[in-house]
């Protein structure tokens, strides 16, 4: 059980750098607008990686 | 992000080819008619198919698209035009920064309802062993790491997520005026000191408990109630938002030619000459260059008196002319005045403070003291009876009476009516409106205007020798010249009928609601206004009529025939069905407003004058009735003052609108009964959740009291209890939405 001395620490670390992660993602403004992204997919423009393919 | 990087490219391959790399301009678009977030790629194709524009943002979510393009290539009208033609619409964006101000305030408070909540998860893990294990079963040091694990994971919780409860705290001390922070600040204060004493010196004053788990939680559970709280403020906000978009707003700007021309308030620039009416608000810093006045800077200097202005001196944007018409030259055009109209009316919403809200402020401070007594009383108590239990009955005392529902209890009522209202068109002024709407029972309407709409009849004209003005077609002219400087419906008609011809006008005079007189260039002397009182009319079946005179000779009459509104008799009838008192309140011809009074079935009294019908209103709040006022024109502003509760139509003379509590957008009497249900419902909502509140401290106080209520327990009761409220106050913003009512038949009014 002395591996619990090590886990926890880590955990409680890991748990801090998500909550940062997860900060820089707001400050981002990815959460702004969820739908957008995925209704992309109906857009009849070209995508930048349709350009890239076309030989 | 494909499309920004499409548009990236697109900028890069546009400056390889060299193309001009001069001004851009960049602009927010209010986009309308999109449904889905499928619409945001239609909408951002047509746009970035406009040769010119650099760059564009469509988001689905905010429905406000952001383009960049070169201003010599194409221009803002182009990309509103493109957005038509692919079926939606595009407005530019005014009120872009308060959006901006409350993007940024929710993110914050989600941002800290994240944190706190994420951090109360992992801590309540971390707590769970110590509550599981069996005496003796956790090893002291194991114990001792978990501990300090929670308590590393609260410092974000509390540097982080409750400083809005600190800081409130720290000010209303700092004040020296008690809040409801304290009582919140010091639960969680004194919780944590204790824990981390706890953590740090086991043997010491604190005991070996620590509620790091309590603290976090509760934390969460207040700012969740706080963020639903900003959601709804959020939504009502945005409600009266769209509401205040519906008021045009344009200036009459004088061309060269002489004629004049409606144009959009943005789109004047300095150096043009402006025509502003008596009752209206000057569009921007200029100087007065026709006419003298009196105007009333109070809106944005904070000066009462009226000022007198001769040609020469400056005039404010935004105050108000009061007496004549004047003209003006442009010299300051505001960034945007639209934008600042708009933040005082939200500003008036949410500081103005309602009746309602004062009882509870008077209450809270005495509430508060109470709270700090009895916990301190608890505190003793339980540390001569069970002193391992006093501090947490302490903390189970400041939490649970956090009177936040109690406070969130009319507000969030008042709020989400004002916006309910907004939606379907009633725009608040003053938010105290919907106590005194709900308990209205009498209403007196003004007729011309207001219940009716003027046509023009016909016209009977006797020429002026002698003025250089010898035909009919030419005396009209000048009639429809002379009444483009007064805002009374009747003049309104004048002007919309004939082409004005383009006289200078000096001396322009008007006496509100009887006449308008101004000097021509061969100084003779035009007034168009009320026939005088021995006069006996021509026609006798015209609903009104206007006497153009020269130098004291009248040369022509002009008659009216007015229409009721299509809803008026609806509106009227459900009114009374409701037990309201509608009464006619008019100073026009006895006869008349009695044959629309007979039409609607009420009460209708003719020929009072502002002050008689100012008589009036007092007299009926002397018996104890609660009066509500619409009105319209110049001369009705006092009596809107005077009623409990007053409403202008929204194409009324702008005064008006400046002293009534509301205004109806789309000029429907239905929406007045539409206002009225909300604002009961507000009430009753108001009384639910304050029964509620109340009830829900005086069962937990003595609970905690007695050392039922652990303060985890405390927190998410108290938690649940805001949430309630929020909740029942957020069913007035549901309903159906504003639906646009086809304009119906027109109904004659017989005479």
């Known amino acids: ?55 | 992000m494909s499309s920004s990087t499409l548009t990236a490219e697109r900028s890069v391959a546009l400056g390889e080819k060299g193309a001009a790399s001069d001004a851009t301009s960049v602009a927010t678009f209010r986009l309308g008619g999109m449904d889905c977030a499928a619409c945001a790629g239609v909408i951002a194709g047509a746009i970035r198919a406009i040769a010119g524009v650099d760059r564009v943002d469509v988001s689905a979510a905010s429905r406000c698209a952001t383009v960049r393009w070169q201003a010599s290539r194409t221009s803002a009208g182009a990309i509103a035009d493109a957005v038509a033609a692919a079926g939606y619409a595009a407005v530019p964006d005014t009120a872009a920064h308060a959006r901006a101000m409350r993007r940024d305030e929710s993110r914050a408070a989600l941002w800290r309802l994240f944190v706190a909540a994420f951090c109360a998860m992992q801590i309540m893990m971390l707590a769970a062993p110590s509550y599981l294990a069996a005496a003796g079963e956790l090893a002291p040091d194991l114990r001792q790491l978990l501990a300090i694990g929670s308590w590393m994971l609260t410092l974000p919780v509390l540097a982080f997520s409750a400083r809005p409860f600190l800081e409130g705290a720290r000010r209303s001390i700092a004040s020296r005026r008690i809040g409801m922070d304290v009582p919140v600040a010091l639960g969680i204060v004194v919780a944590f000191v204790a824990s981390s004493g706890a953590v740090f010196d086991p043997g010491g004053p604190f005991g070996h408990e620590v509620y790091f788990d309590s603290v976090a939680m509760f934390v969460s559970f207040l700012l969740a109630g706080r963020w639903l709280e900003l959601r709804m403020r959020h939504r009502a906000e945005e409600a009266l938002e769209n509401a205040t978009d519906q008021i045009p707003r344009a200036s009459l700007r004088l061309t060269q030619a002489g004629g004049i021309e409606s144009v959009a308030t943005d789109s004047l620039s300095p150096g043009d000459r402006v025509r502003v009416f008596a009752g209206d608000a000057f569009p921007a810093d200029g100087t007065l260059i026709e006419g003298t006045t009196t105007t009333d800077e109070s809106i944005v200097t904070g000066e009462s008196r009226l000022l007198a202005k001769s040609p020469g001196d400056p005039l404010i944007a935004g105050s108000r002319n009061v007496d004549f018409p004047v003209v003006m030259r442009v010299e300051q055009v505001g960034a945007d005045t639209r934008y600042e109209a708009i933040c005082s009316l939200m500003r008036a919403v949410r500081t103005s403070k309602p009746k309602l809200l004062a009882q509870v402020d008077r209450w809270a401070s005495p509430f508060v003291w109470f709270v700090l007594f009895a916990a301190a009383c608890a505190g003793a108590v339980w540390s001569v009876v069970d002193p391992a239990r006093a501090l947490w009955v302490v903390v189970s005392v400041l939490i649970v009476t956090c009177p936040c529902a109690l406070s969130l209890a009319a507000p969030s009522a008042l709020l989400a009516a004002a916006g309910a209202m907004g939606r379907r068109g009633v725009l608040l002024r003053r938010i105290d409106a919907i106590e005194a709407m709900a308990r209205v029972d009498t209403i007196y309407i003004d007729k011309t205007g207001t219940l009716t709409e003027c046509r023009r009849e016909q016209v009977s004209a006797v020429f002026a020798p002698g003025t250089g003005v010898d035909d009919r077609p030419a005396l009209e002219a000048l009639a429809a010249s002379l009444a483009g400087w007064s805002t009374h419906p009747l003049s309104r008609a004048i002007a919309a009928t004939y082409p004005p011809s383009s006289i200078a006008w000096q001396h322009v005079r008007e006496v509100a609601g009887r006449w308008i007189e101004a000097t021509d260039e061969t100084q003779h002397r035009w007034r168009l206004g009320a026939p005088p009182d021995d006069d006996v009319p021509a026609a006798s079946s015209a609903a009104a009529r206007v006497c153009l005179s020269v130098d004291g000779e009248q040369v022509a009459s002009f008659f009216f025939d007015e229409v009721l509104r299509p809803d008026a008799a609806s509106a009227v009838a459900a009114l009374q069905h409701e037990g309201v008192e509608v009464r006619i309140l008019s100073g026009d011809d006895p006869e008349r407003v009695a044959a629309i009074a007979a039409l609607l079935g009420v009460d209708g009294v003719g020929a009072q004058s502002p002050d008689a019908k100012l008589a009036a209103v007092r007299s009926a709040q002397r018996d104890g009735r609660v009066v509500a006022m619409i009105g319209d024109g110049v001369n009705d502003g006092p009596v809107l003052a005077q009623a409990d509760v007053s409403f202008a139509m929204g194409d009324g003379a702008s005064l008006a609108r400046g002293e009534a509590d509301g205004v109806l957008t789309f000029n429907r009497f239905a929406d007045v009964m539409v206002a009225r249900t909300l604002a009961r419902k507000a009430l009753r909502i108001v009384r639910q959740n304050f029964a509620w509140a109340a009830t829900y401290n005086a069962a937990c106080i003595p609970l905690a009291l007695t050392g039922h209520m652990p303060p985890w327990l405390a927190g998410a009761g108290m938690a649940a209890s805001s949430l309630l409220v929020v909740t029942n106050s957020f069913r007035l913003s549901r309903g159906p939405r504003n639906a646009h009512t086809p304009p119906a038949a027109d109904v004659p009014v017989p005479s």
């Open chain 1, 1 to 55: 059980m002395d591996i619990l001395y090590l886990l926890i620490p880590l955990s409680i670390v890991a748990m801090l750098a998500i909550v940062g992660v997860f900060a820089w993602a707001l400050d981002g403004g990815q959460f702004d607008d969820i739908e957008q992204q995925g209704a992309a997919i109906f857009d009849d423009d070209t995508s930048s990686l349709d350009r890239h393919q076309r030989p």
